[in-house]
């Protein structure tokens, strides 16, 4: 159950096909990770900080110059489902297709993006495989634009660094695809590891300490796009954030913005604010406190993964939950809180955010009686992934083995946290 992603036939695997595809051997191959969406879900685009996790289940990428002025990318992963899998463009008017779906499109908005940073860019062929699920809630599409990107940077020389790569992932899809993501998933891509990402400027990304236990992923088979998620709940927290503008008093409404990214949401007093959030209407209203409670409890975590201690009372008022309870979890060391917080922000996630579905929260609460110590969703919601801590690998096999059998899950995996852009071969 336990696989190495980044494995040694992978690698072969790409290179053969690479050059059963374009009748020569790539240049450079490189790969980056999938990530899970581990704390903050939701909360990129707001400008708060978020924690991911980069795993063993990475996407691939062969590339190599050619005398031409046309780009040509292909898809391992399109061709076994019969589709068709070569998109070419030109260098010169990489212009994006009217086809939502088309996977050729995030390597036409990564050109156009490094032709208007002046950048030279020269004809490439690039051949892509991955073993991150698309639409399951892994960050495929940032995988996806960190990995041709890392391979760009290689053979053009673009000296572009694991920043530099993840900012230009980001606005590639952000900017020049007008999808209304945040900045989690590039970062994550990126730099892999569980790293804490701080998503307004300058962006910094800190590496976090190692976490006892070990990950599961089950991936629903429901899928769903963020371009259909993320605006709702934008406009929705627009609309609460104008009507407490017209009601709160002047200290308050200092912190405050009519966009969503505008408030200076980590300086906000739950507390403080609750009167006045009683006066909007529900949707708005569980937005914000969404927003409010699950960075509260995120940076709780925080404490915990640096070692840092924590009194129960902190906890119990942080995670809404009685006293008794919390000192049985705070029993279980720093594995059982960071577990406990992961199932607390997942409940959020459904009762104010109500990006979970029945089947996910069935699939949550299953993954906890069968010895999880927290579970949650991964990525947008409304399908994809759900993701699980456990103590030990042999609970954590044997759930995921159960849930599929059982039909909670389309299939799982036991992941390894993993590293970020890796380059495994480069001619020359």
Known sequence: MLVSMWSRENVELVQREFKEVFGGNPEVIVSAPGRLDFLNTHQDYKGLPVVAVGINLRTYV???????????????????????????????????????KLFGNYIRAAISLLKS???????????????????????????????????????????????????????????????????LDQYAAAFGNIVYIETKPPYNVEVLPAIRGYFTVVDTGIRHSTADIHPVRQREIDEGLSKLLEVVPENIKALLGRRYWEPRW????????????????????????????????????????????????????????????????????????????????????????????????TLVEKLISFGALGAKLSGAGLGGAVIALFERKDVAEEAVRKIVQLGYGARGWVVEVDRGVITHYKAG
């Open 266 to 361: 980590e300086l906000l007093d739950l507390k403080l604010l609750e009167p006045y959030l009683k006066l909007l209407p529900e949707k708005p209203r569980n937005r914000i406190l969404f927003t409010l409670k699950t960075h509260r409890s995120t940076m709780l975590a925080i404490k915990v993964i640096k070692g840092e201690r924590i009194s129960t009372d902190e906890l119990a008022e942080a995670l809404e939950t009685p006293y008794e309870e919390v000192k049985d979890v705070m029993i279980k060391g720093d594995i059982g809180i960071i577990g406990k917080i992961m199932t607390y922000q997942h409940t959020l996630l459904s009762r104010l955010y109500d990006v979970s579905l029945p089947q996910i929260d």
């Open 62 to 100: 062969a590339a190599r110059r050619v005398d031409s002025d046309y780009v040509v990318v292909g898809s391992a992963n399109i061709r076994e489902e019969s589709e068709e899998y070569i998109d070419k463009f030109s260098i010169q008017n990489p212009v994006l297709l009217d086809k939502r």
């Open 117 to 183: 940073q002046g950048h030279r860019v020269k004809g490439v062929e690039i051949w892509i495989r991955s073993w991150v699920p698309i639409g399951s809630g892994l960050g495929s599409s940032g995988t996806l634009l960190v990995s041709v990107l890392a391979a760009l940077n290689e053979i053009l020389d673009l000296g572009l660094s694991p920043k530099d790569i993840a900012e230009y992932a980001y606005i590639a899809e952000h900017d020049v695809m007008g999808i209304p993501c945040g900045r």
